[in-house]
């Protein structure tokens, strides 16, 4: 099974809609982060949570909240969704604390492509 | 502002030729630099890293070169092939804060 999974996996809404994207990992870590793709943008952050209690907006966090449910648990929303939300969203989750000291390695999950009409 | 910088956006290598993707940091307090790869349909995966007290670090064909004073690093493939054909991210990390991410290099390797 995946240790970062991602629900759904594929979705189409329209403009105005609310859409929540989910994210679960099974990888016991503390850090969980949401990015969206955009060809020749790359990833860029729109939220990240360093453990239950911590929210913190990434660069582009207008337009989008999260949810911190559970320490592997980490839903982002799109309360009215726009055309320009059309992208590749990924979780990914990292824990500072194991392994090598300080590298943070990040584990992405399979993505969610959405198309907002 | 870009801390992470990287070049070229896309690159065309034929097969057993050398890739060469560059990376530019404009913060100098870094002390961690991963390159990440990402094949179409899939998640960004690490590849390969290094700190900034090595100058060079190799795994097979693939080779990180970095150039502290001039807050440089370039990932080199050796005798590419087909199957790295991906998109590849430099990073960066600052003690306990976020990694952030370049925009990418989408590389291809044409038989």
């Known amino acids: 099974d995946a240790d970062v999974t991602q629900t759904p996996r594929n979705r189409i809404t329209k403009t105005g809609k609310r859409i929540m994207l989910e994210c679960s990992q099974t990888?016991?870590?503390?850090?969980m982060y949401w990015y969206r793709q955009d060809p020749g943008l790359g990833l860029r952050l729109i939220y990240y949570s360093f453990d239950v209690k911590d929210i913190n907006k990434g660069e582009i966090s207008d337009g989008y909240s999260v949810s911190r449910q559970a320490q592997a648990k980490f839903s982002l929303s799109l309360e009215s969704a726009i055309p320009n939300q059309t992208a590749l969203y990924f979780c990914?989750?990292?824990?500072f604390g194991r392994g090598l000291a300080g590298t943070d390695t990040q584990y992405f999950g399979p993505g969610t492509r959405l198309t907002v009409l | 502002q870009q801390q992470v910088k990287q070049s070229p956006q896309s690159l065309i290598v034929q097969k057993g030729g050398i890739s060469i993707i560059n990376c530019a940091y404009e913060n100098t307090a870094f002390d961690y630099f991963p390159w990440y790869q990402q094949f179409p349909g899939k998640g960004p995966a690490l590849l390969i890293a290094i700190r900034p007290d090595v100058s060079e670090k190799k795994e097979g064909r693939f080779t990180i070169s970095f150039n502290k004073s001039a807050k440089q690093s370039s990932l080199h493939i050796m005798d590419s092939q087909p199957g790295d054909s991906a998109t590849y991210f430099c990073?960066?990390?600052?003690?306990?804060?976020?990694?952030?991410f370049g925009t990418g290099t989408k590389l291809q390797v044409i038989p």
């Open positions: 990914a989750t990292s824990d």
């Open positions: 990073a960066a990390k600052r003690g306990y804060q976020k990694v952030t």
């Open positions: 990888k016991g870590h503390d850090r």
